[in-house]
């Protein structure tokens, strides 16, 4: 009674891989600074995840992202030159990503066991024939030795 | 006897629904059993341990009632329904209250056994039967008393194990009804009741007799009525499986009880269709 339920946690776990969430996490936070990241660049980033590599990720920007970056002003009027990404215990960014994935579960859940249940009434329905022989053919097995042993009390022929 | 047309109006499928359904219900109690039987018993889940037992008496119960059924016997069906219901209720009570209703439960058994033990010596002697020694009765009696200091006086009722989790002094097996939200059953319930006791309305009243007061004295099988019990049958097994199941819920467990849901409907309204068909041509035949 856990086929559906192992299929269903590999899934997660492929979803909810440290590589997938931290590249959404960096992507992000990269996009809340205007920067849009490019499919390679967030390819560059699962794959240094991915080797659980701690420390930087590095990876060039394109040049309109360099212009993003040179428009943007911090706080001092100064452009940004490096874009620095840091994650700490108060980061919201996680809890918004988990928040996203509660909501997806209990959504896509309710949707699994319906379209499943009626997979399987289906599969049953079909089966039933051969299940009942098989039910039936043990009842009558036994109901013949029950009248064999209780033959004398019951009066059987 | 009454109308003696075909009882197949169905062509046999409902039947088959109401026999697949048992057989579903059977397995996945019994395959969820095996599954978490060593993990329960070295957690002591008492929960577990209800409920498995439960589940069991269920199946065997709706076992009875498929042969009653088949026999063409819908008040003795019904009247079994009674107890079915009865365990489904008790099992929907144990899950909502955990471990310590669950225990309590358990342990009710040394109430009842108590309450037997007094029967016995006050009939053995009439029975012919060996008496009880006074060492045997004073083992029970002390466990009796055991428990009625640690679980207070109110354990000794009928439904004591349920005292203090519906917070009432006797409860009922009504009080356990409403507390499960299962009220709505309870017209059915009183309904099979006029089948096992000895009162006026089951002498009068009679699911497989059809127009419901006819002047006849149904003294055997009949192909009316089915359809209450087959329905009810369907209900609570469903109940009682989905309930035990939902202890370790998971997306198989989702699956199947969302199944015998669907399924159970179906029983529910196959009968009910072939009871009315049963009925209809019943009328026409006594308009001709």
């Known amino acids: ?157 | 006897m009454p109308s003696s047309q075909d009882s197949q109006k169905g062509g046999g499928k409902e039947w088959d629904l109401l026999e697949a359904f048992l057989e579903i219900s059977l397995e996945a109690g019994s395959d969820f059993n095996q599954e978490f039987r060593a993990e329960a018993t070295q957690q002591h889940d008492h929960v577990f341990e209800v409920l498995t037992r439960l589940h069991a008496r269920a199946c065997q119960i709706s076992s009875e009632i498929l042969a009653l059924l088949r026999a063409g016997h819908a008040d003795g069906a019904h009247a079994r329904w009674r107890s079915l219901h009865e365990i489904t209720v008790v099992g929907m009570l144990i899950r909502s209250g955990g471990t310590e209703i669950a225990e309590r439960y358990l342990l009710h058994d040394g109430i009842e056994s108590y309450k037997a033990a007094l029967l016995y010596r006050e009939q053995s002697d009439r029975l012919g039967y060996e008496p009880m020694t006074d060492e045997e009765f004073q083992t029970v009696e002390a466990r009796y008393q055991q428990l009625l200091s640690r679980f207070g006086l109110s354990y000794r009722r009928e439904y004591g194990w349920a005292a203090t989790a519906l917070n009432k002094e006797n409860p009922t097996f009504r009080d356990l009804e409403d507390h499960v939200q299962l009220m709505h059953l309870r017209p059915f319930y009183k309904m099979a009741s006029h089948n096992v006791h000895a009162n006026p309305k089951g002498v009068f009243f009679k699911l497989g007799l059809y127009p419901a007061g006819e002047e006849v004295l149904l003294a055997g099988p009949s192909d009316m009525g089915l359809a209450d019990p087959a329905d009810g049958t369907a209900i609570s097994l469903g109940q009682i499986t989905i309930t035990l199941l939902m202890t370790r819920p998971n997306i198989d467990r989702l699956v199947i009880s969302e199944t015998l849901m669907t399924l159970g409907r179906e029983i529910g309204e196959t009968f009910l269709k072939i009871q009315l068909a049963l009925e209809k041509s019943d009328q026409e035949m006594r308009d001709r």
Do not use: C
């Open chain 1, 1 to 157: 009674m856990k086929i559906l339920q192992e299929i269903f946690e590999s899934q997660i776990q492929k979803y909810w891989s440290v590589e997938r969430i931290g590249a959404k996490l960096i992507e992000h936070k990269m996009k809340a600074l205007g920067v849009n990241p490019t499919p390679k660049q967030i390819a560059s980033i699962k794959s240094h995840l991915k080797k659980r590599k701690s420390g930087t990720v590095r990876f060039k920007l394109n040049a309109e992202q360099d212009q993003v970056l040179l428009a943007s002003k911090v706080a001092g009027g100064e452009p940004i030159r490096n874009l620095t990404i840091d994650f700490d215990d108060t980061d919201s960014s996680a809890e918004v990503l988990m928040h996203e994935f509660r909501e997806g579960l209990s959504q896509i859940i309710p949707e699994i066991v319906v379209k499943q249940s009626a997979l399987l009434l289906k599969r049953l329905k079909r089966n039933a024939p051969e299940m009942l022989k098989r039910r039936r053919g043990e009842t009558s097995a036994f109901e013949s030795r029950l009248a064999k042993r209780w033959r004398k009390g019951m009066g059987f022929a």
